[in-house]
């Protein structure tokens, strides 16, 4: 992981390339072939495979207008390692939320908040305290120690079975990107749904996890996360990476720095090349392996379609437009999560080894992984018809 500096210089490449990239497109458009995942295709009567190609001319076409202010400062919520872009108040469309007197609402949030919405919105996928659950990183745990570690690397004479461990603490330099993740990008299923209050809360939380400390201080229960001590956090592998490319004033240094690293053969394991019976001994250790069965559905033909529908429930038998849109089949149409797949006969056939009423008290209130009721507030007979859907589905 690099960072970079001088980002004038870079916001005028993206454009440059974003402009480039415009440019091809239009020249593809009147040419006769079409480039699509570094794959040429032919173009035949305007399309090519499934998709047509626009041949008009892009000369004096204007689409739509300019962003307002407004609406930029919706959407513009970069957070830089150094803190720039951390919100101090609670923003809606772009302006801070206003509160009984009308002020300006500090955007704040406490470890114990964040605990309450981890456990509602996050630890259906990322476990208990952040242990991590299947198809999705655990978020807690792990040392910089182990980030030496290296996991295949036949060349060692001992080479060492344990992956490194990275986790928010022991591998991430900034806590911004943390702060600016979950915002952005969680809960998946629901993004960018989190006030700058609730995240501030989850950052909290997930810290207290990795034992981080800030100015010196544990952060219990109680404690209040907000813009000023955010800018005060010091990760423990802030020091990790490298090489130094935040040369703000000397932009050259940095890519002094970078181009001695990268000539460095001692990087690249013992600076030596093997090319045949390079591993010595027992492979064992040295092969990672997935432990669920993917082939079910990697094989499904190609589609061109781009909708999502809800399902209408007066067309639908009991309990699948449930199941659909409250957002079941996030969990139980992949293998790699864990949770029983709808369909698999033999995982629901397991399931019901223990009763119905077992099943539908586990779903309600929750087990392993799962909120009580997938974390929605349907009652307990919609949700009922959900599970009845489910086993229905897979016998």
């Known amino acids: 992981m690099f960072t970079l500096e001088n980002i004038t210089k870079l916001k005028n490449t993206v454009l440059s390339i974003g402009l480039a990239t415009f440019l091809v497109s239009s020249a593809q458009a009147a040419s006769n072939s079409s480039v699509d995942g570094a794959v040429k295709y032919p173009i035949k009567d305007g399309k090519y495979t499934q998709y047509h190609v626009n041949t008009q001319s ?50 704040q949030g406490s470890v114990e908040l964040g605990n309450e919405l981890y456990d509602a919105q996050c630890v259906m996928c990322h476990g208990d305290f952040g242990s991590g659950g299947k198809g999705y990183p655990k978020l807690a745990g792990g040392t910089v120690e182990s980030l030496k570690n290296q996991r295949l690397n036949p060349a060692d004479d001992e080479p060492n079975p344990e992956a490194p461990d990275k986790t928010i603490g022991s591998f991430w330099p900034y806590a911004s990107t943390l702060f600016w993740y979950i915002q952005e990008s969680m809960p998946f299923n629901a993004p960018k749904t989190l006030s700058n209050s609730e995240t501030y809360a989850l950052t909290a939380y997930l810290l207290s996890l990795n ?33 130094e490319t935040n040369t703000t004033n000397k932009p050259q240094v940095g890519v002094e720095n970078m181009t001695k690293l990268l000539s460095d053969p001692k990087i690249y394991g013992k600076g030596t090349r093997c090319m045949k019976d390079c591993v010595k001994g027992g492979v064992d250790n040295l092969v990672l392996r997935i432990q669920d069965d993917l082939s079910k559905g990697s094989n499904e033909p190609l589609s061109t ?39 698999d006969k033999d995982a629901w056939a397991k399931i019901l080894e223990h009763g119905l009423d077992t099943v539908y008290s586990n779903g309600i209130n929750g087990i392993n992984a799962m909120p009580p009721k997938g974390g929605t507030d349907l009652s307990d007979e919609k949700f009922k018809e959900i599970v009845d859907y489910m086993i229905n589905s897979s016998k």
């Open 211 to 243: 034992n981080i400390t800030i100015d010196g201080e544990e952060l219990d229960d109680d404690y209040v996360l907000d813009k000023e001590k955010f800018l005060k956090i010091v990760m423990p592998n802030a020091n990790g990476f490298y090489p």
């Open 305 to 343: 379609a781009r909708d999502l529908p809800t399902v209408d429930a007066s067309k639908s038998v009991p309990g699948q437009a449930e199941y659909e849109n409250a957002g079941c089949s996030a969990c139980h149409s992949n293998a790699a999560i864990g949770a029983p797949v709808v369909g």
């Open 58 to 107: 892009f000369k004096g076409f204007n689409i739509g207008r300019d962003a307002t202010p407004t609406e930029i400062a919706a959407w513009d919520l970069d957070i830089m390692y150094d803190g720039t872009g951390l919100p101090e108040f609670d923003m809606k469309h772009g302006k801070p939320v206003l509160d009984e007197d009308g002020n300006p609402k500090k955007a």
